[in-house]
C-alpha cells in the first residue's frame, strides 16, 4: 500500500476491477460493474461532503454574534456557490489537469469528454467510446463533482476566522481567488501528480491540501484584519465573546462529522475493505477528540465546555484526513485524542498573541491539518522512518508558506485598495445592518 | 436520448443491463447486479428526498414569524405523513397503473407482486417469481418509495405561501385531495405514459410536474385566502414581514438542496454516467442561481438580501430540474442564473399585485419551474426546434389551467364551507394560539 | 423467512450471493459483488445512523428549557463519542464473539481479522486471505462500524428522560457502562445468537434491543432521580413544562425519521427487495403514528399538539423495527396506528404516576419498543401462533428486567456515592451555569 493513494488514482485506469478488491481478487468482479460502483461511491461520499457546507454555516452561524448571523450565512451560500462555479471555470484543470510538478493547465470550462458525452448520448456512442469510458474506472463528472466538493470545504475554513469585522465584497474577492487559483494549485503538487506526490508525500484525504491550506489562509486574513473590538482588554485580558445559538454550532459538528464519512472514505477508488476501515478510522479519531477537548477543558477550566468539545471532534476528524487509510484504528484513537488536547492549547496560545479567530477554526484546520499529517508519517502502518517523516513535514512547511504567503499578499492588497475591514461604527451594530440590511432574528429582543 | 426517460421506463423491463450501461456496454452487468444497483439507488436518492420534508420544514419556519412557527411545522410534519398514505391508499395507482392517456386507475392500497413477495419469503419463490422480478430492472416497492417521496415536495411548496393565516384543517384536507388525487393525475399524463408523454414533452424530475404543480395550486390558495393583514397598506405600500429565524431557513436551503442530488438523479435508471452529469448539472444551476439572485437583490436593494440568494439556489435548482438529463453543464448555469434573476423579479411582481407569498413559493417553484421546462426544450442538447419548445410550452399550460384551476375550485369550496382562514384576532395573536395552543420559544422574548 | 435474520448473519457466511438476491437467483450475482455491495450498504446504512446522534441532540434540546440546553448538548456529543470508543474496548467483543448464550468473550480492543487488513495492504494478502474475506459476505469493519452506530441510539434515548437535573459526569459514568456492558449483553442474547435467538424471538433492528433497552434504563433513571422541580403541583397537578425550541426538535425528529432508512435496512443482508420493503414499511409505520398522535392529542386535548405529533411519529417509527421485514405494507399502517395512540396515553400515565420524562423518550422507545416487539409476532406475514407471540412476550419481559434492573442499581450505587442530581439552587439557576459554565444564547433575553 502506497503512502500516497489519491496521487496515483490516474494509474488505475484500465484496471478498475483493482477499484474494488485490491489483489488477487480483481478479476471476479468485471470492469463494468467496478465503473457503476466507483462511479455511485464517488457520488455518495460527494453529496455527503456537500452537505458539509451545511454544517460550516450552522457551526459558523451559532459561534458568531446574532448582530453578525445573516452576513455570515450569506458568506457561506455564496462560497459554496462561488467555489463549484470557480472550480468549473478554471481550477479542476490546475489542479488535475497535465499537472507539470507545480501547477497544471489554465483551459476554461471543464467539460466531460467527448465519449462519456457520447455514452450520455447512447445512441451516438461507438464501442470504443464505451471502452475508453468504463476503462477510466469511474465516470469523470462523478470524479469532478467530489473534488468540487472538496473546494468549498477550505472556502468554509476561511469565513469562520473572519467573520463579524470583514466586509462582504473582500470576502467574495478572496474566496474568487482560493477556490479558482490558490487551492487548485497546492491540490495539483500532490493530487494532481506534482512534486510533493512525486516526493512520497502522504495526505490521504487533506489534512494539508485541504484543512492546513485553508487554516492557513484564514491565519493570514486574521493578521491583516486584527482583532475583534473588544476582545483584548488594554489590561492584555482576553474577553470571551461567546457564541449566540449553541444548538446550531452543534448541530453543525453533527454535520460535519457526517459529512467526513464522505471526506476521508470517498478520496479512494482502492478497495471497499479500505473505505470500511476509514470508516471506522475516522469515528475513533473524532470520538477521541471530543472527549481529549472535554476533559482538557474540564481541567484547565474546571467546567467541561461545550465549545472545547465540539472543536475537539473537529480536531480528531481534521487529524485523522491524512492518514486514515494507511493508519490502524487504535492509532486513530491515538490520533484523535493529541487533536483533541491540542486544539484547546492552540486556541488559548493564538489569544496569548492577540489573533482573533471567532471559531477557532486556525487552531481546528490550521494546527491540526499540519499535526495530522505529521501523524499519518508517525502512525502508518508500514512503519515510520526518518525519511517519511521527513517528507510530511516538507509538505506541512510548503503548505504553510504558500498558502500564509499568498493569502497574506493578497489580503494585504485587498485592504489597501478597497478595504477589508468594516468601520468601528459598523462592527459595533453588527455587520447584518451594514453589509446586509437585515437581521438574523427579527421577532426576538436580542442584546447588542 | 429521448427528451423524456422518466416516461419510457416500463419500456426498459427485460433490458435492465442499458439501466447501467447504456449502448453496447449492456451485456458485461449480469441483470442481477443491475436489480440489486437500480434497487439500491432508488433508495438513497428516495432517502435524499425524504430529507427535503425537513428542509421544507425549516425553510418555512424561519421565514415566517415565531407566532405561527409551531403551526407550520405541525403541518410540515402532517403532511408529509398524509403523503404517505394517500399515495399508499390510491395516489400510486392513480399515477402509474394502467394509464389510459388521462388518469391511471382506481385501486385501494397499493401493494407489491406477487412475485416480489414471494422472493421476500425467499423459500416460496419459483424460478419464474425471481425471473420476472430481476427482470423488472429494479424492485417495484423501491420505485414506490422514491415516488412517494416526490408527492410529499408538492404539499411542502403549498404550506409555505398559505402559511400564517390558513385554518390547520382546511389545510390538511387540502392536502390529502393534493396528494391522493390532484398531483397523481398530473403525474399520470407524463410519467405514467399518459398524453403529454406521448407528445414527447420533456420534464425529466418534475420541473412542471412536481414544482410548477405545487406553485400553481399555492397561488389559487393564496388569491382565495387574501394577503396577511399588514402587507399591503393602504396606501399601496408593500410592508416587509421578515422571517423570524434566518438560519433555519438557511438550513432549509442547504438540506434541499442535498435532497435535489436525489431528487435529480433519482429519476433515471438509464446510466451511472447519466446520473453524474446530473449532479454536476444540479450543483452549477444552483450555484449560478444563488449568486444572480445575490447579485440582483444588490443591485435592486443596494445591498445583498440573504433571503433573495436561498431562494436564487432554490430557484436554480427548480429551473434545472426539468432539463438535468438533457443539458450541458455549461448550460446549467445559463438555466441557473436565469431562473435567479427571475425569482427576484418575480416576488417583486406578485407583491406588486398584491398575491402575499410568505415564503416566495409561487416565484421559486411556479414561476421557476415553467422557466425550466422551457429551458429543457431550448438548451437540449440534440438542438432545439420549434416543435420541440411548441411541446414544452403546451405541457406547461396544460399544467397550469388544471392545477390552478382545480386548486382555486377546491379552495372556494372549503372557504364557503368550512372556511379557509383564521379570524383577524386569532392572525394577530398567531395561529399557534389559536390552531395550535402552544408556543414555539416558550422560553424567549418574542415580539407579538 | 425466519423470524429473526439478523441472529443467523453469521450463517450466511460463504454463500454471500444469497446476500442480494435470495432464493434460486443467487448464482448469478458473483461474491466479489456481493461483498462490495453488502459492504457498501453497511456503510451507507451506518452513516445515516450515525447520524440520528444529531436528532437525538436537536430532538432533546430542543424539549428543554434553555437553561440546560447546552448541557444536554454536551452530553449527546459525549455519550456518541464514549458509546464508540467502549463498543471498541469491550463491547463488541461481549456482544458478538463467541456468545456462550447468556454473553460474549471478554477481550480487549476491536481489531479486524489479519486477513482483512492483509487485503488492505494489498500486496500482502495470498488467495487464500481474500477467500476468506471475501467468503464472510461484508467486511467485518463495515459490520463493525454499523453495530456501533446502534450502541450510541440507546445511550440517547437515556439522556433525554434524566434531562435538566442529573449531573453530568454520573451520566457519563452510566454511559461508560450502558454502551460498555449493559447493551452489549442483552445483544448477545439475540443478535450474537444467544438464548433469545435459540428461542426464535424475532426482533428485526431493535424494537426490544435498542429502543426498549434504553427506555427501560431511562425509565430507572427517571425514577430514582425523581422529577424536576415543581412538575407535579402538591394538589396532585402535572405543570406542563414546555420545550424551548420546537422547531429544533422538529428538525430531531426529521432526521430521525431519515436515520431509521438505516436503522431498519441495514440490519439485513437478506435480500435488496427486503431492504426495498423496510423503506416502504418504516415509512408507513412513521407516517400513521404522526397522524394518530396528532388526531389523538386533538381528542384529548382539543387542539392538536406538535410535540405529540412528533412522538408519534418516532412511536410508528420504533413500533415497526422488530417487524419491518416480516409485516406487510398495510400492517405497518396498522403498528404505528397503534403505537400513535399509545405513545400520548403513555405519556399521560407516566405523569399520572409522577415519573417525569422531560421528553417522553420512555413512551416512545420503552413502550412502543415492546408494542413492536410484540407486534412483530401478532403480524408476520406467516402467521401469528401462540407459540410465537408467547416467544416474543419472554423476551419483552426479560429485557425489561435486565436493562431496568441493572440500570436501577446502577443508578441507586451513583446516587449512593458520588451523588446522582445537581442541588435545588443549581436546578433553579438552570444546569448550563452549574454544570457547564455557560448559556446556550448569549444575544437573548431569556426567561429563567
Given amino acids: 500500500m502506497s503512502l500516497s493513494k489519491k496521487a496515483f488514482l490516474p494509474a488505475l485506469a484500465g484496471v478498475a476491477g483493482v477499484a474494488l478488491l485490491a489483489g488477487p481478487a480483481q478479476a471476479a468482479v468485471s470492469e463494468e460493474t467496478a465503473f457503476v460502483f466507483n462511479t455511485f461511491s464517488f457520488l455518495v461520499t460527494g453529496f455527503l461532503v456537500m452537505f458539509m457546507a451545511a454544517g460550516f454555516a450552522m457551526l459558523e452561524s451559532g459561534l458568531v454574534r446574532s448582530k453578525n448571523t445573516a452576513t455570515i450565512l450569506l458568506k457561506n451560500i455564496a462560497l459554496y456557490a462561488i467555489a463549484g462555479i470557480m472550480f468549473y471555470l478554471i481550477g479542476y484543470s490546475l489542479m488535475y489537469v497535465d499537472v507539470s510538478g507545480y501547477i497544471g493547465s489554465f483551459s476554461f470550462l471543464y467539460n466531460p469528454s467527448e465519449a462519456e458525452t457520447a455514452l450520455i448520448n447512447a445512441d451516438e456512442a461507438t464501442e ?264 510530511q513535514i516538507q509538505g506541512i512547511i510548503a503548505a504553510f508558506i504558500w498558502s500564509f504567503g499568498v493569502a497574506f499578499i493578497l489580503f494585504k492588497l485587498i485592504d489597501m485598495t478597497i478595504g477589508l475591514r468594516v468601520t468601528e461604527e459598523e462592527e459595533m451594530i453588527g455587520v447584518d445592518i451594514s453589509e446586509h440590511g437585515g437581521h438574523a432574528y427579527n421577532d426576538f429582543q436580542v442584546s447588542k
Avoid at 172 to 201: D, K, N, R
Avoid at 294 to 322: C, D, H, Q, R, Y
Fill in 128 to 391: 470504443e467510446m464505451v471502452a475508453a469510458v468504463v476503462g477510466n474506472g469511474y465516470s469523470v463528472m462523478s470524479d469532478w463533482f467530489f473534488q468540487m466538493v472538496f473546494v468549498a470545504a477550505t472556502a468554509s475554513i476561511v469565513s469562520g476566522t473572519l467573520a463579524e469585522r470583514i466586509k462582504l465584497w473582500p470576502f467574495l474577492i478572496f474566496t474568487v481567488v482560493l477556490t479558482g487559483v490558490l487551492y487548485p494549485i497546492t491540490g495539483s503538487w500532490q493530487w494532481g501528480g506534482g512534486w510533493l506526490a512525486e516526493m512520497g508525500f502522504s495526505d490521504f484525504a487533506g489534512s494539508t491540501l485541504v484543512h492546513s491550506v485553508g487554516g492557513w489562509a484564514a491565519l493570514a486574513g486574521a493578521i491583516v484584519l486584527g482583532p475583534r473590538i473588544g476582545k483584548y482588554g488594554k489590561d492584555g485580558k482576553v474577553k470571551a465573546i461567546p457564541g449566540h445559538n449553541i444548538p446550531l454550532a452543534a448541530l453543525g459538528v453533527f454535520i460535519l462529522w457526517l459529512g467526513w464519512f464522505g471526506f476521508n472514505p470517498g478520496s479512494t477508488t482502492a478497495g471497499i475493505t479500505d473505505i470500511a476501515m476509514i470508516f471506522v478510522n475516522t469515528n475513533m479519531a473524532a470520538a477521541a477528540g471530543a472527549v481529549a477537548a472535554m476533559l482538557t477543558s474540564w481541567f484547565i477550566f474546571k467546567k467541561p465546555e461545550i465549545g472545547m468539545s465540539l472543536n475537539g471532534a473537529l480536531a480528531g476528524l481534521v487529524g485523522i484526513t491524512a492518514g486514515c487509510a494507511n493508519v490502524s484504528p487504535t492509532s486513530s484513537i491515538l490520533i484523535g485524542l493529541i487533536a483533541g488536547v491540542l486544539v484547546v492549547l492552540s486556541v488559548m496560545f493564538f489569544d496569548r498573541i492577540k489573533i482573533d479567530d471567532p471559531v477557532g477554526a486556525v487552531s481546528v484546520h490550521g494546527v491540526c491539518g499540519a499535526w495530522g499529517t505529521l501523524a499519518a508519517g508517525l502512525f502508518n502502518m508500514e512503519g515510520a522512518t526518518a525519511a517519511i517523516v521527513g517528507v
